[in-house]
């Protein structure tokens, strides 16, 4: 019996999930990732309960949660130090069944490449789509060019996912007429530091135009990211470091001590970017598209990389080789589609408080967020209903083996 392929586009932490999700389901998977290494280098990643789940399915779910220290809460605060709210972890549990897990981005990439068959990866194999397919049966399959140091080659595939980020490239091809994602309105920056000498909780800042978090890792080191409303493309002549000791220098602990520990090379700045509309569908031909190439997202709600790796769970529950790849296909975009633009719109909101500047306007918005944590704690982790609470397909995945999911259709939480 032959066996079916499939070609992911893009080795992040979506399309890596995605080729171990189909290589479970028994697909011939490879995974075409542009750069020379599968992100040697990069900053922090928080994973919620929603994409821990999804995890758990394929096996990878304690290995996520063994790269993360344990936490006993996090505080939402003002620059000065004046908390605001208390999230224990404890009403995480209870909640959605447990807290979000933060790792650095560079372990979870090696953790799930770890799992996948030798050789399923090549790197430095940038990839566009020559022809989208046909999915129907006996429908031509779906061709990739690989651009290389030694040349092009190109590649059929029964399916091709792209996980090729926010400007994709694969999407643009599908979907010509849709408008590209727009800026969301502010850049982020992300770093690892040294972790300082005093402790510390774990905590996002709000302040005038722009928001700092800071979390520990499971190493000694320190993740935090920092966004400022600010017009796109623009960097600093300085330095990034620079910029963020004028931005945040003078808040509360840690933030001083983290920026002068901190290797002005390891400060990464990125523009954020939004989908500007829901786009006409996740697919066409035998092609996916996955994650931010399809809906992209403010970091607002910590959502893109969990909503990635429910895209990819969903994917491979739905596409088992031998089903008929067209209605699959129909049915991930209308199973995916409805809450991802969900996630997305609610992200933007809480996006556009962090910009806010003038006094009355933060004051308001203070008031909003420490009143109902006073009132009752557990309602400052109600911005995640929905969402965290989500549960993946019900078929399970055999951990190190391939599995066969039950039939069962995935239930989506909305």
């Given amino acids: 019996m032959r066996?079916?392929?499939?070609?992911?586009?893009?080795?992040g932490i979506?399309?890596?999930?995605?080729?171990?999700?189909?290589?479970?389901?028994?697909?011939?998977?490879?995974?075409?990732?542009?750069?020379?290494?599968?992100?040697?280098?990069?900053?922090?990643?928080g994973l919620a309960p929603n994409a821990q789940r999804a995890l758990d399915t394929l096996g990878a779910g304690d290995g996520l949660r063994a790269l993360?220290?344990?936490?006993?809460?996090?505080?939402?605060?003002?620059?000065?130090?004046?908390?605001?709210?208390?999230?224990?972890?404890?009403?995480?549990?209870?909640?959605?069944?447990?807290?979000?897990?933060?790792?650095?981005?560079?372990?979870?990439?090696?953790?799930?490449?770890?799992?996948?068959?030798?050789?399923?990866?090549?790197?430095?194999?940038?990839?566009?789509?020559?022809?989208?397919?046909?999915?129907?049966?006996?429908?031509?399959?779906?061709?990739?060019?690989?651009?290389?140091?030694a040349g092009d080659e190109e590649?059929?595939?029964?399916?091709?996912?792209a996980a090729d980020g926010i400007h994709s490239a694969v999407r643009r091809a599908l979907f010509p007429q849709h408008p590209a994602p727009r800026y969301a309105g502010f850049t982020a920056w992300r770093l690892v530091a040294p972790a300082p000498g005093r402790p510390f909780t774990a905590h996002e800042t709000w302040g005038p135009g722009g928001i700092w978090g800071t979390q520990p890792l499971h190493d000694g080191r320190v993740y935090a990211y920092a966004t400022a409303a600010v017009p796109p493309g623009g960097r600093a002549p300085d330095g990034e470091r620079a910029e963020l000791l004028r931005r945040f220098g003078s808040w509360h602990?840690?933030?001083?001590?983290l920026l002068a520990a901190v290797d002005p090379a390891a400060v990464l700045r990125n523009d954020v970017y939004t989908a500007a509309a829901a786009p006409p569908a996740f697919h066409r031909g035998r092609v996916a598209l996955l994650g931010d190439a399809v809906h992209p997202m403010t970091p607002n709600l910590g959502q893109g990389g969990c909503?990635?790796?429910?895209?990819?769970?969903?994917l491979a529950h739905l596409a088992a080789p031998d089903a008929d790849l067209a209605a699959a296909l129909t049915a991930y975009t209308r199973q995916r589609l409805p809450r991802t633009m969900d996630v997305v719109r609610r992200a933007e909101r809480i996006g556009r408080l962090t910009t806010w500047r003038s006094r009355p306007a933060r004051a308001l918005r203070a008031a909003l967020m420490a009143v109902p944590a006073r009132l009752a704690p557990d309602l400052a982790l109600r911005a995640m209903d929905g969402i965290a609470d989500w549960r993946p397909p019900t078929g399970t995945y055999a951990s190190g083996t391939r599995g066969t999911p039950s039939a069962a259709q995935p239930?989506?939480?909305?």
């Fill in 411 to 414: 239930k989506e939480h909305e």
């Fill in 307 to 314: 909503q990635a790796v429910e895209d990819a769970v969903v």
């Fill in 14 to 45: 979506g399309g890596l999930t995605a080729a171990l999700a189909l290589d479970r389901r028994g697909w011939s998977v490879t995974v075409l990732e542009r750069a020379a290494a599968l992100e040697p280098v990069g900053a922090g990643i």
């Fill in 253 to 257: 602990h840690p933030i001083p001590d």
């Fill in 68 to 149: 993360a220290p344990a936490q006993t809460a996090a505080e939402l605060r003002l620059p000065g130090g004046r908390r605001l709210a208390r999230m224990d972890q404890a009403a995480a549990v209870r909640r959605y069944g447990g807290p979000v897990v933060v790792a650095h981005r560079a372990e979870v990439v090696a953790l799930l490449a770890g799992r996948l068959p030798e050789g399923a990866v090549r790197t430095a194999a940038a990839a566009t789509l020559a022809d989208p397919g046909d999915a129907r049966p006996d429908g031509r399959p779906a061709r990739v060019r690989i651009h290389g140091a």
């Fill in 155 to 161: 590649l059929t595939a029964d399916l091709v996912v």
């Fill in 3 to 11: 066996q079916h392929t499939a070609l992911v586009i893009g080795g």
